[in-house]
Every structure is written in structure tokens, then in C-alpha cells.
């Protein structure tokens, strides 16, 4: 590895570690921001609920930055991370709101580009470097969690975990010097062989399928991070014990995504995403009917494992679908702002099926969360299989 493809390497390390951190250290804040600034429920869940709309929403608006260099949209997202730290840290309900929007609309851009950066950058080992980039997400997500009530008793301030990861973006943006003159638009041979190209880009169809598949996947740990320890909480469980599981579900993502970069071959038989969905469901289903709190870890481990594997061959797919870096940013902005407004949706659509199910079937909220994620699982594996058969019927 030469040393400009190594600082590129470090950008995608230091860009994937604050890529869900900033909006998952929300979360375990609760008490703090109620305590400090009078926080009701109400808008604190509608604040936790914005990053992933706005993650679909930004993900779209990212095509107006096409023409722009990679550097340059990494420089601006990152620093919208710093500055959204800075104003959610304001005392004021409505800073900690837009802060969080901002913050959200930055990672958005980040989401977009750093699978063509790694087109770009790594095109002989794109599988790979897809995977650690997860591996980086999943850690983040984590720490996001894990950190935030540390922080701010360390520091005894309800800002500590905010401005930490702003100050954690900062690497970052020092490291996204050595994407300049990293292009991801291709040059053309001549300005008519770039219309056509343009032409055939705009008549594409839109890419529902891969959208579907990114918002099965975030659709998993949005269900399962906002309703699980509230679901066990119902079911006898402390509301602590499914907190713990949540968080080791994520943790777990991390190993699943790491392998998920040398499944490369089995991902391409029919068999593997197959069964991938056993082992998931078959975690998920126990979990729901063992009350043994040390086999609810080692179910969710597992389940986690399966996870990180959905996530990363979901961005992998932005790589094999895609003939080119512009293409691939192209695909990356539509298919990703498709998903995370779809999956942006899941959240307030599990409410509504635990209702359904509480008043006309008496089924507690537990089995139906499960149950949720499991057909997610299902349709995801559906939809994977059906593109990778028609990948390979294309080529």
C-alpha cells in the first residue's frame, strides 16, 4: 500500500469511527437533557427519531453536490459535524434539535461518498475495505451508546458526550487532505459520449430494489434499538437487561462486518443468504422465548454477528452495481436516501403493529418486535438473492 492510498486508508478509519457515534450518544442522555433543560418526553423522541429521515432525506439532496470534488464534500460534512456539536450544546431544547439535524445531514453526505471513495481509491480490494468500513460504524454505534453517561459524569456536564465526538470529527477533517485530487467523476472521451452517458444515467430506473435492501437492513437495529428494552421491560424484564442486549447486539455487528469482507465467494451461492436468515431468526426467536438472561447475550451475539453481515454486503452492493465512481456516487445518494426514509418510518410502524396486535390479538409487544425484525431478515435475504441472480444474468 503506497502512502497516499494509506492516508486515504486513515480517512475512511477516522470518518467511519464518528459515523453513527454523534447520533447514537442521544440516547442514554435522556435523564441529563431532562434534568438540565427541561426535556419532555415528547421531544426528545422526536429528536431521537430525525438522523435516520434526515440521513434519507440529505442522502438525496447529496446529488446537487456532484460536480464538487470528494475532498471538498468531506471537508464540508465533517465540519458540519463539529458545528453541530458546538450548537447542540447550547442550552436550549431547540439547539440541541437543529444541532442534531445538522449533524445528521453532514453524516448523510458522508454515507453518500465514502463507498466511492473506496471505489475510487480501492477498486481491486472494494469488498474489503466495505467491510472495515462497517467494522468502523459498527464500533462507532457502540461507543455512541456505551460512552455517553460516562462522559458526563467525568465531566459533569450534559455537553460532554456532544462535544466530545465534534472534537473526535477532528482527525478526520485533517485526514480528508488525501482525497484531493481524488476524482469520482469520470473524465469523457468527447462532450457528445458524455451526454449519451448522462442520458443513459438519467433513464435508468430508480434502484427500488437496492433501496428496499438498505432499508430492511437500518430497519433491524432501528426496531430493535428503539423497541426491544421497552418489549422485554413488558415481558417481565428489566428495562436495563434489553438496554445491555442492544448494545451487545450492536458490538456483535462489529465481528459480522470484519467477516462479511471474506465471505466474497459464499455470498454468491444461493444457499448463503439463506442461511444467514436462519441463524438470525433463530436468535431473534429465542431470544423471545428463553428467560435465561445469559442465553438472551449469546442470542443476540449471534444475531448481532448476522447483522454486521446484512449491513456490509448491503454497502457492498453500491460497489458490484455500479460501472464507475460517478455512477457509484449516483447509485449511493439515491439508493441510500431511499432506505433511510423508508427505515425512517419503521420506528412509528412498529408502534402501530404492537397496538394492532395488543388489542385484537392479546399478544405482547416482545413477539411482535421480534417478529418484525425476523421478516425484515426474510425480505432482505428475498431481495439480495433476486439482485445478485440478475447481476450475474447481466454480465
Not at 48 to 56: D, H
Not at 129 to 158: H, K, R
Request: include cysteine; glycine fraction near 8%.
Amino acid at each position: 500500500m503506497n502512502l497516499r492510498r494509506f492516508c486515504i486508508f486513515c480517512f475512511i478509519a477516522a470518518t467511519g469511527f464518528v459515523l453513527r457515534a454523534p447520533v447514537n450518544a442521544f440516547g442514554p442522555m435522556a435523564d441529563a437533557l431532562k434534568s438540565a433543560l427541561g426535556m419532555d418526553a415528547g421531544l426528545f423522541g422526536l429528536i431521537a427519531g430525525t438522523p435516520l429521515l434526515t440521513f434519507g432525506v440529505f442522502a438525496f439532496l447529496s446529488r446537487g453536490l456532484a460536480g464538487r470534488s470528494l475532498a471538498s464534500i468531506a471537508a464540508l460534512a465533517l465540519s458540519g459535524i463539529i458545528a453541530g456539536a458546538l450548537v447542540r450544546s447550547l442550552p436550549y431544547s431547540a439547539a440541541v434539535f437543529a444541532g442534531t439535524v445538522l449533524v445528521s445531514a453532514a453524516i448523510a453526505q458522508l454515507n453518500v461518498i465514502l463507498p466511492v471513495v473506496i471505489k475510487t481509491a480501492f477498486a481491486d480490494k472494494a469488498q474489503l475495505m466495505t467491510g472495515f468500513l462497517c467494522t468502523m460504524i459498527g464500533i462507532s454505534s457502540s461507543l455512541g451508546s456505551v460512552a455517553s453517561v460516562p462522559l458526563i459524569e467525568a465531566f459533569d456536564a450534559w455537553q460532554a458526550p456532544f462535544l466530545f465526538w465534534g472534537l473526535a470529527a477532528l482527525p478526520a477533517l485533517f485526514s480528508a487532505a488525501a482525497l484531493v485530487g481524488l476524482q469520482h467523476q469520470t473524465a469523457p472521451a468527447s462532450s457528445s459520449a458524455s451526454g449519451e452517458s448522462m442520458t443513459t444515467s438519467a433513464r435508468r430506473p430508480f434502484p427500488w430494489r437496492l433501496g428496499f435492501i438498505f432499508a430492511l437492513q437500518a430497519t433491524i437495529s432501528t426496531v430493535l434499538a428503539n423497541w426491544l428494552p421497552a418489549a422485554m421491560a413488558a415481558s417481565g424484564a428489566s428495562l436495563g437487561e434489553g438496554a445491555a442486549l442492544v448494545a451487545l447486539f450492536f458490538l456483535a455487528t462489529v465481528p459480522g462486518s470484519f467477516a462479511a469482507a471474506f465471505l466474497r465467494s459464499a455470498m454468491r451461492r444461493p444457499g448463503f443468504p439463506v442461511l444467514l436468515f436462519m441463524f438470525f431468526t433463530a436468535s431473534v426467536v429465542l431470544i423471545g422465548t428463553t428467560s435465561d438472561p445469559a442465553l438472551w447475550r449469546v442470542f443476540a451475539a449471534v444475531a448481532g454477528v448476522a447483522q454486521g453481515i446484512f449491513i456490509t454486503l448491503s454497502f457492498t452492493l453500491l460497489q458490484t452495481e455500479s460501472r464507475s465512481a460517478d455512477e457509484a456516487f449516483r447509485l449511493s445518494s439515491r439508493v441510500q436516501g431511499a432506505g433511510y426514509c423508508l427505515a425512517g418510518l419503521a420506528p412509528a410502524a412498529a408502534a402501530v403493529l404492537i397496538d394492532l396486535f395488543a388489542r385484537f390479538a392479546r399478544l405482547g409487544a416482545l413477539p411482535v418486535v421480534l417478529g418484525t425484525v425476523a421478516l425484515a431478515a426474510l425480505l432482505w435475504c428475498i431481495l439480495f438473492t433476486r439482485t445478485l441472480h440478475g447481476t450475474k444474468r447481466t454480465r
